[in-house]
């Protein structure tokens, strides 16, 4: 085990260069929505076992407006966006219907709010609104307008709304820069969904829609365009993924058409691979020179990918490890914990766990009783993966070759947005309360055994 943490360590130690400027270890900290290494994994966490709304609670704070970001968390700060509400109803006009049978449109003005929390006690530290407006389309009935999750680098918060702007903060909350990258027009007006990168001084975001699409490189201390170069894509809600490659960056997103890896440096495709289908969610995973990729929408799909010397299209080729056309999933991200990938099928509690390498089902699917839609993504922690479903409950599994469910924990609340681990910490951010979960007990907290 220590010598495979330490190649994933290696592996994205550079695409966290500019958090080690701050003095901490980014390692011990939640600074993007999929955690320290970019797979789902707190190496360091330690998070509790069992908890309800009376045990392990260590506090609950009410979050005014609905966000499905996830917190990112640096020191004694917790980060995370909201989006609140304004005034009374507004009808809805043909410029803002949504434009399938289960979306919403926006009947309000919405103000789009940053807010840091002590971490210790969950009171609000600062609050900042970046901005006042009606969204321009309606969004998926389950969204939120506030759904991409900020990221931080212990020097930096930066947050995406999306079509309103991405926002460079300081970590005390000045509004450092702001930057306009026009209205995305996505496919059935489902809303927004993609998480910004940074690595380095680097921020890029994927812009996938039924428009113009692009990805784009910024700077992070002035919101300044470094590169953008244009993407044939329709809409996706994946995040990219910023791995280092031979000792160079690349940027990874997955998407319907290609998954293609650019050069950080100079936006230059690197490599692009066909195999995925449309709507593409899930955000890669990377360890040990192997990305994953999947969805699961018009057909279903996985693509296990060397990223050493692949170069143009390598579709079909010798640099695709492993594929499987069954059980992957749509909403929620895989989890990469040592050397196994575990996912679930589409956004249903049916669990799959592979050996990275191979491709190897170790077991499943298999029915995860109880837990119901699942949108949040897996998140791995002292030898456990959890898995939070809208309806409240969390499933903890044992990490391993096969399926033993350690508890169920229910709260009073829905959560679409992917856990958070810090240390002896879990956040579970749900559609009224950000809690944050720690175990009071030694007896509930089972440690991995050491390999």
């Known amino acids: ?264 440096e100079s936006g230059k495709v690197i490599w692009e691979c066909g195999g995925l289908s449309g709507n593409v969610v899930a955000t890669p995973v990377a360890a040990n020179g192997v990305v994953y990729v999947a969805n699961s929408y018009d057909t279903q799909a996985m693509l296990a990918i060397r990223l050493a010397g692949s170069r143009g299209d390598i579709t079909g080729t010798d640099a695709v490890v492993w594929t499987r056309s069954r059980h992957t999933p749509y909403v929620p991200s895989p989890v990469l914990y040592d050397s196994v990938l575990c996912f679930l099928r589409h956004y249903q509690g049916h669990l799959t766990c592979v050996d990275a390498r191979s491709g190897e089902v170790l077991f499943g699917p298999q029915r995860l009783g109880g837990i119901g839609n699942v949108y949040a993504s897996l998140a791995g922690a002292a030898g456990r993966i959890y898995i939070v479903d809208r309806n409240g409950l969390t499933a903890v599994v044992k990490q391993g070759p096969r399926l033993e469910v350690l508890s169920m924990n229910r709260l009073d609340d829905s959560f679409s947005a992917s856990p958070a681990i810090v240390g002896s910490d879990l956040f579970l951010r749900g559609e009224r309360f950000l809690y944050c979960l720690r175990a009071e007990l030694e007896s509930d907290t089972i440690r991995k055994t050491p390999k």
Not at 109 to 128: M, Q, S, Y
Not at 222 to 239: I, M
């Open 1 to 264: 085990m220590i010598r495979f943490l330490l190649g994933i360590t290696i592996f994205f130690l550079s695409a966290t260069s500019s958090v080690a400027q701050s003095g901490l270890d980014p390692l011990d900290h939640w600074g993007q929505w999929r955690g320290p290494l970019g797979t789902g994994v707190a190496p360091r966490g330690d998070p509790p076992l069992r908890w309800n709304e009376t045990k392990n609670v260590r506090w609950k704070v009410p979050i005014a407006g609905v966000g499905h970001a996830t917190p990112v968390i640096w020191g004694d700060r917790v980060f995370l966006t909201t989006a609140r509400p304004l005034g009374d109803a507004i009808a809805v006009t043909h410029s803002h219907r949504p434009g399938a049978h289960d979306n919403v449109g926006p009947t309000h003005k919405i103000e789009f709010i940053v807010l840091a929390l002590d971490r210790g006690n969950g009171a609000t530290v600062w609050e900042r609104k970046m901005l006042t407006d009606r969204p321009h389309e309606g969004m998926h009935e389950t969204g939120s307008w506030a759904p991409a999750s900020p990221v931080t680098d212990g020097e930096h918060v930066i947050a995406s709304f999306g079509s309103r702007g991405l926002y460079g903060l300081s970590m005390t909350g000045e509004l450092m820069w702001q930057v306009d990258l026009g209205d995305m027009h996505t496919k059935h007006g489902h809303g927004e969904g993609s998480s910004p990168a940074l690595y380095g001084d680097t921020i890029v975001l994927n812009w996938d829609h039924e428009d113009d699409s692009f990805l784009a490189a910024l700077d992070k201390r002035s919101g300044a365009t470094k590169w953008r170069v244009d993407r044939n894509e329709p809409t996706s809600w994946s995040s990219p993924l910023i791995v280092e490659v031979d000792g160079e960056p690349q940027v990874i997103v997955s998407a319907t058409n290609r998954v293609r890896g650019y050069d950080l």
